[in-house]
């Protein structure tokens, strides 16, 4: 997800401005724009897209 600028990774639900180093990878899950870490592409890749959140529920969250 990506909301004022900072992209929030649709698995693990960790954002780009929390002073991390971490690469976001921009994906299509289910005809919706996410975003994955790279920490989490091999979940994804690997086991299944189910672990991919959607926007709305990492919305709800993370309290957005």
Do not use: W
């Not at 401005?17 to 870490?37: P, S, T």
């Amino acid at each position: 997800m990506e909301k004022n600028g900072v992209q929030v990774c649709n698995v693990c639900l960790k954002p780009s401005n929390d002073g991390q180093k971490r690469v976001y990878v921009k994906a299509i899950c289910g005809n919706e724009e996410v975003f994955v870490c790279t920490a989490c592409l091999p979940t994804v890749i690997h086991e299944s897209a189910n672990a991919v959140k959607s926007n709305a529920e990492v919305e709800k969250a993370l309290g957005l």
